[in-house]
C-alpha cells in the first residue's frame, strides 16, 4: 500500500532562519506532489505541486521554493524564515487527477 | 474554478445521521465532486467522491442531483470521534480550492 510521510512534525525557528521540510512517498510511482499550508481555522492553501522530477509549480508568489530531487520526493525550503511563514505544512500525493489527494502527517512551523 | 459553499458549523448527537450539504453553482462538466475530513493537527483525509448520482462506501454516503449543483455527505450513525471538519472540493488536484469547512460537533 502507499504510504506518505513528513517531517520534521514540529518546528520553531527564528526569523532570517532556513527551512527544509521533506516529504516521501512509498508504495508508488510518478506521483503528483503537492505542498500546503494551513493557517488556523482556515481552508488549505496550495504552495506547489509537481508532476515529475525537477518540475514544480508555484501558485503563490512567496518566501517558499520547492524541490523534487527524485521521483518520490518533495521538499519546502526557505532561505530566510519570515513572521509570516508560520501555519501548517502538508505535504499531499495523488496518482489521478480527480481530486483524491491523500495527505501527509503535517509540518507545524512557528516562527518567532 | 469551481468554489464551494458549506456551513461554517453544525452540531449532532451520537446515533444521529448527519447531512452535510455543499453547494458548487459552477460545477465543470468533467469536475469531481470530493469531501475529507480533518482533525485538529492532521492532515485531511479522503472520505468520499462522486460524479453523479449516489455514492456510498463504507463510511459515507455522496447524495449528487442531476444538475450536480450541490451535493450532500451523508454520515449514518455518528459517534464522538466523527467530530471534524468537513470539506467538500470540486474540481481537479491543482485546481482544487479549499474553503474553511464545515466543523462538526458531535455531542454525547
Known amino acids: 500500500s502507499q504510504t506518505i510521510h513528513q517531517w520534521p512534525a514540529t518546528l520553531v525557528q527564528p526569523v532570517g532562519s532556513p527551512l527544509s521540510l521533506e516529504c516521501t512517498v512509498e508504495?508508488?510511482?510518478?506521483?503528483?506532489l503537492y505542498w500546503y499550508r494551513q493557517a488556523a481555522g482556515r481552508g488549505l492553501q496550495l504552495l506547489f505541486y509537481?508532476?515529475?522530477?525537477?518540475?514544480i509549480s508555484s501558485e503563490v508568489p512567496q518566501n517558499l521554493s520547492a524541490s523534487r530531487p527524485q521521483d518520490r520526493q518533495f521538499i519546502l525550503s526557505s532561505k530566510k524564515l519570515l513572521l509570516s511563514d508560520s501555519g501548517f505544512y502538508l505535504c499531499?500525493?495523488?496518482?489521478?487527477?480527480?481530486?483524491?489527494?491523500?495527505f501527509g502527517e503535517g509540518s507545524r512551523l512557528t516562527v518567532l | 474554478l469551481a468554489k464551494t459553499t458549506q456551513p461554517i458549523s453544525m452540531d449532532s448527537y451520537e446515533g444521529q445521521e448527519v447531512n452535510i450539504t455543499c453547494s458548487h453553482n459552477?460545477?465543470?462538466?468533467?469536475?469531481?465532486i470530493t469531501w475529507y475530513q480533518q482533525f485538529p493537527s492532521q492532515g485531511p483525509r479522503f472520505i468520499i467522491q462522486g460524479y453523479k448520482t449516489k455514492v456510498t462506501n463504507e463510511v459515507a454516503s455522496l447524495f449528487i442531483p442531476a444538475d450536480r449543483k450541490s451535493s450532500t455527505l451523508s454520515l449514518p450513525r455518528v459517534s464522538l470521534s466523527d467530530t471534524a471538519v468537513y470539506y467538500c472540493?470540486?474540481?481537479?488536484?491543482?485546481?482544487?480550492?479549499w474553503g474553511a469547512g464545515t466543523k462538526l460537533i458531535i455531542k454525547p
Open positions: 459552477n460545477i465543470a462538466t468533467n469536475d469531481y
Open positions: 472540493l470540486v474540481g481537479r488536484n491543482y485546481q482544487l480550492i
Open positions: 499531499a500525493w495523488t496518482g489521478s487527477n480527480t481530486g483524491e489527494l491523500f
Open positions: 508504495g508508488t510511482s510518478n506521483p503528483n
Open positions: 509537481s508532476v515529475g522530477i525537477g518540475q
